[in-house]
């Protein structure tokens, strides 16, 4: 392109050698003026069509750095979500692994064992260690069973009628959050409580579920308690008609 400028300089510093007289009624300082204008007028049409290109290169060279920014920021909230995916399986896939071995403590009595893969499912989700498992009785309007570490003590505001009191299955309040079973076994309501750590509480749906298989080892332990219960009786009422 420059080659162009550099022709068109040399052809209006030439023009006075070139143009020796007039033309009809014009002079030849006259002709001479109006060459070296075409010249230039020509190259400053030249200049606007090559700024013309330059600015559409430059918006299409824009319009592709654009797309590249949303390709690349698709990418990483694709990889940050497939990241966020992979965490949570393993999160359920470590509580359905213990999921047997929990029923089976709940069923021998081992109640230190029966809940822990339930809360650390929970701490992991939630990303803290300030979570509390609480077990209500819907009917009696007590708290059944508490299960959350001793020094933590911040839990204490929510007792069964503050619990009760909501019919949402999943809120915030002062800085924590509370899920809740969806349904109710035998009057009981299990609930999970944890610490706020972020301004968006993803995975609603794992937090319930996590609180109705609470809800379901609780129920079994219940059970099983009852069964044995009824069993003692049933062996003193033969043993006193054995004696009588």
């Known amino acids: 392109m420059y080659w162009i400028y550099l022709t068109l300089f040399i052809f209006a510093v030439l023009t006075p050698k070139v143009i020796r007289e007039g033309v009809l009624f014009f002079r030849e300082e006259d002709i001479e ?7 230039g007028l020509f190259g400053f049409v030249l200049y606007l069509i090559k700024e013309k290109a330059l600015i559409k290169v430059f918006r299409e060279k824009l319009h ?3 797309r590249a920014n949303i390709i690349t920021k698709d990418l990483s909230d694709s990889y940050s979500y497939i990241g966020g995916i992979n965490r949570k399986f393993d999160i359920v896939k470590n509580f359905i692994f213990h999921l047997p071995q929990d029923t089976t403590d709940a069923l021998v009595k081992k ?3 029966t809940f822990r893969s339930i809360i650390e499912s929970a701490k992991l989700l939630a990303r803290t260690d300030m979570v509390s498992l609480r077990f209500v009785n819907a009917r ?8 959350e570490n001793d020094s933590h003590k911040e839990f204490v505001i929510f007792d069964a009628r503050k619990l009760l009191s909501s019919k949402k299955t999943f809120w915030e309040e002062n800085g924590y959050v509370v899920a809740r079973s969806p349904l109710q076994a035998k009057g009981l309501v299990a609930y999970i409580i944890f610490a706020k750590t972020s301004n968006y509480v993803e ?3 794992i937090f319930q579920i996590l ?3 609470a809800l379901l080892l609780f129920c079994l332990d219940g059970y099983d308690a009852t069964q044995e219960k009824a069993h003692f009786v049933s062996e003193q009422k033969q043993k006193y008609a054995h004696r009588h």
């Open 64 to 66: 592709l750095q654009k």
């Open 140 to 147: 009696k309007k007590e708290i059944a069973k508490v299960l």
């Open 203 to 205: 995975d609603v749906d």
């Open 111 to 113: 109640k230190t064992e």
């Open 33 to 39: 003026a109006l060459v070296i204008f075409c010249f």
């Open 211 to 213: 609180a109705s298989q």
